[in-house]
């Protein structure tokens, strides 16, 4: 319903004029026109304000949507229980005088903030009985089709979103509600740049910022600044970008909102990265994460931590790079298997191939030492994944072997040189310091949790099936499968390439070699290495 305006009276002749004590709708008139203009604190009195008069007067369909307008304000300053308590409260309150339409208004607000939780599944119940609560309301409808957008476009639905967003504009324009029209301008804005129509969004973002300065809505204004932002991140215009993700950055520094914040830090943290001055970016990809940490954003976070494992890759911190691309890596994986989003699947993808190059620059970076071995996990991530193939094994295992591939000898960095290099045979001393490697290798990688189970390889990818191995000396089923796999392949590789103390072996030589000791490896993955890797050509992984 309109919240109805502040009304002054004026007495008769001779009396002189006077204001009566201010009712709960005045006050939440006063206070809405405080928060629109970015006067947060003095909104946020305000609505307590009216709060304290409607229950005192009996306005309850005031205190409802008072308390409505404190949750929006507690949820951007990240008090989302609080947010929460506050939305139910105005549910209840706007349930018992039968005004549903206030209560639809409510559960809208609650509706967005488990959105920003990442309960997807919660958020769409909460708006669908929204929309049959308040529906034949233009202005509500319009609010609660934006919402229910703005998930399909998280889930990857673009059809939808468009659905939705352009019914929330034939809604707004039905309502003559400007602000609604400003916002379903902003999302048309988003989706299409999501598509990639980077004039499109830009002339919808241009439209709903000028309703937005029009209207007064300072944090509406903000959004679209970071938004267009992103637009010429796209296209690679830099200091548009910086200008006006700093312009939001600004806006929302002044409304206390720490989750807008986050993501103008993060795309602050891109720019600088891709224009080289990586000390900023990390400096402003570092503020993203602590801001999205400290609220419930779960998207926020990942895309910051992404975003920060990425620019480590760049600055070739290996390890540093792979911890925050597998905390980015859970967060997608924790949406994606609550909300089963069709866009995050698209976040993993993109993560896996971050991984993977980060992993073969680290594998070859440590291959750098020697000569004789350079190229060697490159190959050996080769072979290992044809043989997975041929044993029929599942997508994830793949990339588990390949990665693993890449970082099974990633120990021999504390091998001493004269040792790895040495020409000849190496002394039983020697020996033992070589067989140190998957142990020393675990060690280096000890901070980092993969989303992948690497590190049984590092450890055991040197265990034989009959128990001779090192360096733990398993036997059997006591040996991972993924491990026995990149063992199979190491011995093949080192056969068939040229060491310091031995000439390369031919391909033929080197099966026959391999035929005379199967018992070191399982029957299936001996078998599966001489349907692939023993037949001849391996593609590179």
């Known amino acids: 319903m309109p919240i109805p305006q502040r009304r002054e009276r004026v007495g008769g002749s001779g009396r002189g004029t006077f204001s009566p004590a201010p009712s709960a709708a005045d006050r939440l008139a006063e206070a809405r026109i405080d928060e629109r203009a ?9 609505y307590e304000a009216a709060v304290d008069l409607g229950e005192r007067a009996g306005d309850r369909l005031a205190v409802a949507e008072a308390l409505r307008r404190l949750a929006v304000i507690a949820h951007q300053r990240n008090e989302p229980d609080h947010a929460r308590t506050l939305c ?16 639809a208004e409510a559960l809208n607000t609650l509706g967005a903030i488990e959105f920003e939780r990442g309960e997807m599944s919660r958020a769409r119940e909460l708006l669908a009985q ?25 889930q990857g639905d673009h059809a939808a979103a468009l659905g939705h967003y352009r019914s929330s504009l034939q809604a707004c324009q039905a309502a003559g509600d400007p602000k609604g029209c400003a916002i379903a301008y902003h999302n048309l804005g988003m989706i299409s740049a999501d598509q990639g129509a980077w004039a499109e969004a830009e002339r919808y973002y241009r439209e ?9 809505d300072v944090h509406l204004q903000g959004l679209c600044l970071l938004n267009h932002s992103e637009v010429h991140l796209a296209r690679q215009a830099f200091e548009e970008a910086r200008g006006s993700a700093e312009a939001a950055l600004a806006v929302f520094d002044g409304l206390g909102s720490r989750l807008d914040k986050a993501d103008a830090y993060r795309v602050l943290g891109v720019v ?19 801001l999205a940490s400290g609220t419930e954003s779960v998207l926020s976070e990942a895309e910051a931590s992404r975003e920060l494992g990425r620019l480590y ?6 390890q540093e790079a792979l911890t925050l691309l597998n905390t980015a890596w859970r967060l997608f994986r924790r949406l994606d298997a609550r909300l089963d989003l069709v866009d995050v699947e698209a976040k993993v993808a993109d993560l896996e191939g971050t991984f993977l190059a980060v992993v073969r620059d680290w594998g070859q970076s440590i ?9 060697h996990c490159g190959r050996v991530a080769a072979y290992a994944v044809a043989v997975a193939e041929a044993l029929g094994l599942s997508q994830v295992e793949l990339t588990t072997i390949r990665l693993g591939a890449y970082l099974h000898d990633v120990g021999k960095v504390k091998v001493p040189h004269e040792i790895l290099n040495k020409p000849g045979r190496l002394t039983a001393e020697e020996f033992e310091v070589i067989k140190q490697h998957p142990a020393w290798g675990l060690e280096l990688l000890a901070g980092i949790e993969f989303p992948w189970d690497l590190k049984p390889i590092i450890r055991w990818h040197h265990e034989k099936h009959d128990g001779s191995g090192y360096p733990d000396r398993l036997a059997g089923e006591q040996i991972p499968r993924a491990a026995q796999i990149i063992c199979i392949v190491d011995v093949y590789d080192a056969l068939t390439t040229t060491r310091s103390y031995r000439p390369a072996m031919t391909h033929q030589q080197a099966i026959a070699c391999m035929r005379d000791t199967p018992q070191w490896w399982q029957p299936e993955v001996y078998a599966a290495f001489m349907r692939s890797v023993g037949q001849g050509v391996v593609v590179a992984a």
């Open 38 to 46: 970015g006067r947060i604190d003095a909104a946020r009195q305000g």
């Open 272 to 290: 600088y990265r891709e224009t080289g001055r990586f000390a900023l970016s990390e400096a402003r990809l570092n503020a993203a994460i602590e």
């Open 208 to 216: 709903a910022q000028r309703i937005a300065e029009a209207t007064g």
């Open 130 to 154: 929204a929309l049959t609560l308040g529906g034949r309301r233009m202005d509500l409808r319009s609010r609660i089709e934006q919402n229910l957008g703005i998930i399909a476009t998280v």
């Open 88 to 103: 139910q409260r105005s549910y209840a309150t706007a349930v018992a005088v039968a005004e549903m339409e206030t209560a």
């Open 367 to 375: 291959e750098s030492a020697d000569s004789y071995t350079y190229g």
């Open 313 to 318: 890759q760049a600055m070739s911190r290996n």
